[in-house]
């Protein structure tokens, strides 16, 4: 640096001239670096020894700091250091949690892919269930999901589809490719269930247990 | 340890010097940190290298010291007659001749050890200063003046797969396949709706009633309807029994039941 | 800078490769600048684009730093960005007054700096005084020294050790870097003698620990 230009011959003069702007600049750095607040030129100066340029310091440190992972920027009539703008992806520490979706969510991502456009009023006739909020948000939100036109019918209401981020994540080409009932069927999904026309004792009220056991058995 | 000397000189006066230069130590016994610093600083008085020093000189000086003490009647903690004590030995063991009796480390053993211990001493002062004129972090040296803390993003991403949607959607299927076995309730009056029928309807009636007149309307046509509806109200009337607010009779067998409301007192 | 260089013909590549050393260099340089404390290589790494190597960029920043107004150091196991220490007379105002040590204290760090690990018995036998419980408390607290493994003598007594705070504040690279410590070693001052005539209790055990200790100094 160019710090070795002048210690030799500015020693003895260093007593009454300011020094080199290599050292003015290097003490500029220093204040920006340690200092809490922006700081003004006043400010630099009134810190430098006598008959420093603060501010032509300032120049020559700002072009030092172009394009470096450092920006000298002023605020106001002060100066401060920062950390450029571009990295600021540096000082989160991401953590990513895969979790899986709920049944729920699943639920009702099934019925708006295979009966889409879908009203949320369908859903819930479908999943004998109402659909909270919640798991329609985060279908949209994770965008597998989205609003699909208005559907033609008293209260003309909003209707749900699936997005092409869905189809990508699930390898399909389009929701039609999505296996059918009888498809379903075959690959044993629909198997365990008795057969309608065979009515088994009680099972009105054993209905939502055997339901439980049931999703039991496919969740894992 | 040859460094160690043996010669008797010193046992004259001491000169004035001495004398004041002891009364200050003397005075200032509360500012050594025990016996080892005020050895250390007496061993100064000798203006040699510590690795040269006079263990023997030294033990006079602290003795001298303790006697000074004594006479001006100052308190002298513990440990400082106990170095007193060991350093009377140390100094008998260093001008006798060795008892070739006697066990033990010899007087040149143990004085070498006591000139290590100052040594040592005066060593970590030493490195102590050093170590506090470093350049030190907040004093010459600055950290950042605005550290910018590190945020933590915690992001959820959930997954599902295609099997997962397949039998979500295959469980909703099966569901709607037994529809017609579960969900025909248009002929099922239930225990609920019986109880909110007759908690309304009993009010009125404080006599012996027969049940059956609690009954919905127009269900008695239904033999299917009537018989969940008698289910539900029979069940309903035992419900209010149960809390209390009624009482329930039968004359016979295959009479009619009644029931009453239990009024409060 | 060669952020130009690269931009165009690496755009695609740039999902899998890890950005160029000069940016790698900036994003080192924006985290260590950001932060009041040392961060590892790891961290550094961690929080860097996958395939990073901060180690090398960290050896061009610290290069690039040599004779500003602000260093690049190594800490420990850690890098640091500091004020170069020739600027303090620019820095009263960032000064932060300290609790005075006492001598006691300053004496007792600088045993368990040079003599680590070390027992309160060990230090009171150098220091021929007992340490009182403020001295060592004081010290944690400040967290200069902390407790380290315990010493494989009767007893089981607890050692005490320096930290990587220690090192900062003092502008250590690692506890080897201690001023004078090698010819104290050499001058035998920091081995531990016993007494002659004082037959130490376990003393077989204690040689090899000591040994240990010492050479812990040295190891990294």
Redesign the interface.
């Known amino acids: 640096m160019s710090d070795d230009v002048q210690s030799t011959d500015t020693e003895e003069k260093s007593l009454f001239a300011a020094p080199p702007m290599a050292e003015q600049e290097r003490m500029v750095e220093a204040v920006l670096f340690a200092s809490a607040e922006p700081v003004t030129v006043r400010d630099l100066e009134a810190r430098m020894p006598h008959g420093c340029d603060a501010a032509e310091a300032l120049v020559h440190l700002r072009r030092r700091y172009e394009g470096r992972g450092v920006q000298v920027i002023k605020v106001g009539e002060a100066w401060a250091m920062r950390t450029a703008a571009d990295l600021a992806f540096l000082m989160q520490k991401e953590t990513v949690e895969t979790r899986k979706l709920s049944r729920a969510a699943i639920e009702t991502l099934a019925i708006i892919a295979y009966h889409q456009p879908v009203t949320r009023a369908e859903i819930e006739e479908i999943r004998g269930v109402s659909v909270s909020r919640g798991t329609v948000d985060q279908l949209l939100e994770m965008e597998w999901i989205r609003f699909g036109r208005r559907k033609m019918t008293p209260g003309r209401p909003v209707t749900f589809v699936v997005t092409p981020e869905f189809l990508d994540h699930f390898g399909l080409e389009s929701a039609r490719d999505l296996p059918g009932l009888k498809e379903l069927r075959q690959a044993g999904l629909l198997e365990s269930r008795p057969l309608p026309g065979t009515p088994q004792f009680g099972e009105g009220e054993d209905e939502p247990e055997a339901e439980a056991g049931q999703s039991e058995l496919f969740e894992d | 340890m040859d460094e160690i000397e043996f010669d008797e000189t010193p046992q004259e006066p001491q000169s004035v010097a001495d004398r004041l230069a002891a009364e200050a130590l003397i005075v200032d016994v509360d500012g050594f940190?025990?016996?080892?610093?005020l050895l250390l600083m007496l061993s100064r008085t000798q203006k040699v290298d510590l690795r040269k020093i006079s263990v023997l000189e030294l033990a006079r000086q602290y003795l001298a010291f303790v006697e000074k003490a004594k006479a001006l009647r100052i308190e002298l903690a513990a440990?400082y007659l106990v170095m007193a004590a060991w350093l009377a030995f140390l100094k008998s063991r260093l001008l006798l001749p060795p008892d070739p009796e006697e066990e033990?480390?010899?007087g040149e053993?143990?004085a070498?050890?006591l000139a290590?211990?100052l040594?040592?001493?005066q060593?970590?002062?030493?490195?102590?200063a050093?170590?506090?004129a470093?350049?030190?972090?907040?004093?010459?040296?600055?950290?950042?003046?605005?550290?910018?803390?590190?945020?933590?993003?915690?992001?959820?991403?959930?997954?599902?797969?295609?099997l997962?949607?397949?039998?979500?959607?295959?469980?909703?299927?099966?569901?709607?396949?037994?529809r017609?076995?579960?969900m025909d309730r248009d002929s099922v009056f239930t225990m609920e709706e019986a109880l909110e029928r007759m908690r309304g309807m009993i009010g009125f009636a404080g006599t012996w009633t027969d049940i059956s007149l609690y009954l919905p309307e127009g269900w008695a046509a239904d033999p299917v309807r009537l018989r969940s509806a008698t289910a539900a109200t029979f069940a309903a009337s035992l419900q209010l029994v149960k809390e209390g607010k009624a009482e329930l009779r039968q004359q016979g067998t295959f009479e009619a039941i009644e029931l009453r409301r239990i009024t409060d007192k």
């Open positions: 940190e025990g016996p080892l610093d440990d033990g480390p010899s053993d143990l070498a050890h290590f211990q040594e040592r001493l060593a970590m002062r030493t490195a102590a050093q170590l506090m470093r350049n030190r972090l907040g004093r010459d040296v600055f950290a950042r003046g605005v550290p910018e803390t590190v945020e933590r993003v915690k992001s959820v991403t959930y997954t599902a797969t295609l997962d949607l397949m039998q979500g959607y295959a469980r909703i299927r099966t569901r709607d396949e037994f017609p076995f579960v």
